[in-house]
């Protein structure tokens, strides 16, 4: 059986460095391709994800994620992906694109 139209054939892992309180915003995934987005909030405080053109603010966000949490975007997803750290002084964020 041939699950490529299900599975991506390679993963791309990255580490997005935040280090300070209201962080600018940052291109975490510049053109996701629609297989998928897993994102980890490795920091010490908040970070506002959005999907899509728009940047991301504190009222302006697809996700709100705490130290700790984990989101995969939309399966069929496609687009750039952004993040703005809020109260958070060290960590980063890890990201792994499914290809």
């Known amino acids: 059986m041939d699950n490529s139209a299900f599975y991506g054939s390679d993963a791309k892992v990255s580490t997005i460095a935040f280090g300070t309180i209201n962080d600018t915003a940052t291109v975490i995934v510049e053109e996701n391709m629609g297989h998928g ?3 980890y909030n490795n ?3 908040e970070l506002y994800i959005i999907l899509g ?3 991301p603010t504190v009222s302006l966000f ?3 994620m ?3 949490d984990y989101y995969e ?3 069929n997803y496609i687009g750039k992906i952004s993040g703005i750290g ?3 002084t060290s960590g980063s964020v890890l990201t792994t ?3």
Do not use: L, R
Request: hydrophobic share 25%; proline share 4%.
């Open 37 to 39: 987005t897993a994102i």
């Open 43 to 45: 920091t010490d405080g």
């Open 53 to 55: 053109s728009q940047t």
């Open 62 to 64: 697809t996700v709100k």
């Open 66 to 68: 705490e130290s700790g």
């Open 73 to 75: 975007t939309p399966y």
């Open 86 to 88: 809020a109260s958070m």
């Open 97 to 99: 694109e499914i290809k």
